[in-house]
C-alpha cells in the first residue's frame, strides 16, 4: 500500500491457497489442489510446502472441485458451476471430456476409466469415455453426492452427504448397496495404503471416520479440528494429507490426531468485514464468519472460526449480535454468545451490503434485483430504493442517511426519499463503504484505491493506493461464473469489505491477498 496519510497493518497472513478442495497426488508426486474460488488447480511440493500454479483462472476450468489423475498422467478435472469434465493432458493441452454432468464433483480413475458423480438431490453416478462416447449412468438417488474412489474389493465408493451415509456399486454397474449409516457430514470417502476406509466430516470439528471393512466393520473417530475438511490424498509412506473448503491449507493429519500444516490456512475472501463494541474483529469468508486476531498481548494472529455459514458475503456488529447475508437469498441473525442465528428474510437475489439504523432495522444492498431493503423487527420487508445497477454495499452517517454503492456505475450514491442522488463519481469500481465522522471512505477495486469524500463539502480524495483487494495478483481478472440451479449458488462477484472501527482506524477485506487489514492514521495526516 502507498499512503501518506494511513499506516496498514495485517490482522493475518496472505494465504497462499485460496481455498483447497479436491486434492491428488500427480506422478510427479507433488499433491495437486483444486481451488473453486479462485478458479485455478496449484501443485504443492509436501515436503517444503512450496506451491505452483498449474491450471490458471484464465484458462479454459472455471471452478475446479475435485481432480484425479489417469494412467497415462492426464488430469481430470471436475469444473462444478458450468458443469463440464475436462482433460489436461501431461503436456498441458485441454480437452472437454462432457458438458452433460450436472454439478460435477467427485471424479476419480479406475486405470484408464474415468468416473464423476454429481453432488445435487437424486444426483447421478457416470462413467465417461475420454474418447469419445455418450456417459453411462451406473446409479442414481445420490443426496449430493462428493469425492468417491475405489476401494480394495473393486467397487466404487461414495458419500450421501445428506443422508449421511457411504454406498459402494461396481464399476461396471450394479445394485448400490449402503456401507456405512450414521456418519457425521460425509464428504469425502478415502482408503489409505492398507485398506482402511476413513471418511471425511465437513462440519466444524474436523471429524474422520475410520471404519474397518475387512473385520467387524468396527468405526474409530479422529478429531481434527480442521474445519469444513472437503478431501484427502495419501502418498506413498501411507501419509495422510487433508484440506479445507473453509480455510484453505494442506494439513498433514496423523492417525492419532495430531496435525502439521504443509501450507498454512486462512481467510477464503475476505468478503464483509466488522467489528462489535469490544473490539473483536469479524469478517465473512464465504462458507464461514470467522475472527481475525490481530498480533498482540493476548491475541495469537490467527483466523478462528466462528460459525460455519454457507456463502455469506455480508455482515454487521449490531451490539452483541451480528447480522450477515448470505448468496443463499438470506438474511440472518447469529448471536456468538448462544451460537443461534435467526432468519430474517429468505429469496432474495444476491444480498451483500449490510449495516444497521439505530433502531434495529437492517439495511441490505440486494445486488442482483438493483435494489436496497430494509428488514424490520418484525421481519417485514420493504424497498427503499430500486432500479439501481449494481449495489453493493450500504452504510449510514451520523444523521441516518443511507449511501450506497455501485461499482458498474462508479458511483456513491445518497437515498434521498428513494432517489438515488449521486455523491462522488468516476471512482471506479467502488464497494466497501464506511462513516467516520464527516468523511466517507470507499474501496475502489478497479483502480485498488482508497477515496474519502466529504460529507460536508463533498470533496473526493485519494486517501491510499495499491491496495490488495480486487482480483489477486498474478491472476487475470475474468468473469465469475454465474449462478447455478439446483439450490446452490455458483461464486459471487468479489466483495472488498470496509469498515470504521471506534478508534477512527479503518479495516479493509483486502481480497486480493486474503487478509483484513488495519488503516490506522498517521501522525502526519491532516
Known amino acids: 500500500m502507498r499512503s501518506t496519510r494511513w499506516a496498514a497493518r495485517r490482522l493475518n497472513s496472505p494465504n497462499p491457497l485460496w481455498g483447497s478442495n479436491g486434492v491428488a497426488f500427480g506422478p510427479d508426486g507433488r499433491l495437486y489442489v483444486a481451488q473453486f474460488l479462485l478458479g485455478q488447480i496449484s501443485a504443492v511440493d509436501p515436503a517444503t510446502g512450496d506451491v505452483e500454479v498449474v491450471v490458471a483462472p484464465d484458462g479454459p476450468v472455471q471452478s475446479p472441485d475435485d481432480l484425479a489423475f489417469g494412467a497415462d498422467g492426464s488430469m481430470y478435472i471436475a469444473d462444478l458451476v458450468p458443469g463440464r469434465v475436462w482433460r489436461r493432458s501431461p503436456g498441458g493441452e485441454y480437452g472437454l471430456v462432457s458438458d452433460e454432468v450436472k454439478v460435477p464433483n467427485g471424479i476419480t480413475c479406475v486405470g484408464d476409466r474415468l468416473f464423476v458423480n454429481e453432488m445435487r438431490m437424486n444426483g447421478r453416478l457416470l462413467e465417461l469415455f475420454p474418447g469419445g462416447g455418450d456417459p453411462v449412468v451406473l446409479t442414481d438417488g445420490l443426496a449430493l453426492g462428493n469425492a468417491m474412489q475405489l476401494g480394495p474389493d473393486g467397487c466404487l465408493y461414495y458419500p450421501h452427504m445428506v443422508s449421511n451415509q457411504v454406498w459402494r456399486i461396481p464399476p461396471d454397474g450394479g445394485v448400490p448397496e449402503v456401507v456405512a449409516e450414521g456418519v457425521h457430514d460425509p464428504v469425502a470417502v478415502r482408503f489409505d495404503r492398507g485398506g482402511v476406509l476413513h471418511v471425511l466430516s465437513r462440519g466444524p470439528e474436523g471429524f474422520v471416520t475410520r471404519v474397518d471393512l475387512h473385520g467387524t466393520g468396527s468405526r474409530s473417530l479422529v478429531t481434527s479440528g480442521v474445519t469444513g475438511l472437503d478431501n484427502a490424498a495419501f502418498d506413498a509412506e501411507n501419509r495422510m494429507f487433508v484440506s479445507s473448503f473453509a480455510s484453505g491449507g494442506i494439513t498433514e493429519l496423523h492417525p492419532d490426531g495430531r496435525t502439521r500444516p504443509v501450507v498454512p490456512r486462512g481467510?477464503?475472501?475476505?468478503?464483509?468485514?466488522?467489528?462489535?463494541?469490544?473490539?473483536?474483529?469479524?469478517?465473512?469468508?464465504?462458507?464461514?464468519?470467522?475472527?481475525?486476531?490481530?498480533?498482540?498481548?493476548?491475541?495469537?494472529?490467527?483466523?478462528?472460526?466462528?460459525?460455519?455459514?454457507?456463502?455469506?458475503?455480508?455482515?454487521?456488529?449490531?451490539?452483541?449480535?451480528?447480522?450477515?447475508?448470505?448468496?443463499?437469498?438470506?438474511?440472518?441473525?447469529?448471536?456468538?454468545?448462544?451460537?443461534?442465528?435467526?432468519?430474517?428474510?429468505?429469496?432474495?437475489?444476491?444480498?451483500?451490503?449490510?449495516?444497521?439504523?439505530?433502531?434495529?432495522?437492517?439495511?441490505?444492498?440486494?445486488?442482483?434485483?438493483?435494489?436496497?431493503?430494509?428488514?424490520?423487527?418484525?421481519?417485514?420487508?420493504?424497498?427503499?430504493?430500486?432500479?439501481?445497477?449494481?449495489?453493493?454495499?450500504?452504510?449510514?452517517?451520523?444523521?441516518?442517511?443511507?449511501?450506497?454503492?455501485?461499482?458498474?456505475?462508479?458511483?456513491?450514491?445518497?437515498?434521498?426519499?428513494?432517489?438515488p442522488v449521486p455523491v462522488a463519481d468516476g471512482l471506479g469500481t467502488p464497494q466497501g463503504l464506511a462513516v467516520h465522522g464527516d468523511d466517507l471512505f470507499t474501496v475502489d477495486t478497479a483502480h485498488r484505491r482508497l477515496w474519502s469524500v466529504s460529507l460536508t463539502t463533498g470533496d473526493t480524495r485519494v486517501e491510499a493506493e495499491d491496495l490488495a483487494v480486487g482480483t489477486p495478483a498474478g491472476t487475470a481478472p475474468r468473469q465469475p461464473p454465474a449462478l447455478f440451479a439446483h439450490g446452490l449458488p455458483g461464486v459471487a462477484p468479489r466483495f472488498a469489505g470496509l469498515t470504521a472501527a471506534p478508534d477512527g482506524s479503518l479495516l479493509l477485506s483486502s481480497n486480493g491477498e486474503g487478509t483484513v487489514v488495519r488503516l490506522s492514521r498517521t501522525r502526519t495526516a491532516t
Not at 449490531?318 to 447475508?325: A, F, I, R, S
Not at 443461534?340 to 434495529?360: E, K, N, W, Y
Not at 449510514?396 to 450506497?404: A, F, I, P, S
Open 267 to 419: 481467510l477464503d475472501g475476505p468478503y464483509g468485514v466488522t467489528i462489535d463494541l469490544g473490539g473483536t474483529v469479524y469478517a465473512a469468508d464465504h462458507y464461514r464468519v470467522t475472527r481475525p486476531e490481530e498480533p498482540g498481548p493476548g491475541a495469537s494472529g490467527d483466523v478462528t472460526t466462528e460459525i460455519l455459514q454457507p456463502f455469506v458475503h455480508g455482515i454487521t456488529a449490531d451490539g452483541d449480535v451480528l447480522h450477515t447475508t448470505s448468496q443463499f437469498g438470506t438474511v440472518q441473525t447469529y448471536d456468538p454468545a448462544t451460537g443461534t442465528t435467526r432468519t430474517r428474510a429468505t429469496g432474495l437475489d444476491q444480498p451483500l451490503g449490510i449495516t444497521t439504523r439505530p433502531d434495529g432495522t437492517l439495511v441490505v444492498a440486494e445486488t442482483g434485483a438493483g435494489r436496497v431493503i430494509a428488514i424490520d423487527g418484525t421481519d417485514t420487508v420493504t424497498v427503499l430504493a430500486e432500479g439501481l445497477d449494481h449495489p453493493v454495499d450500504v452504510t449510514l452517517d451520523t444523521e441516518g442517511r443511507c449511501y450506497v454503492s455501485d461499482d458498474r456505475r462508479g458511483a456513491v450514491l445518497r437515498l434521498d426519499d428513494g432517489e
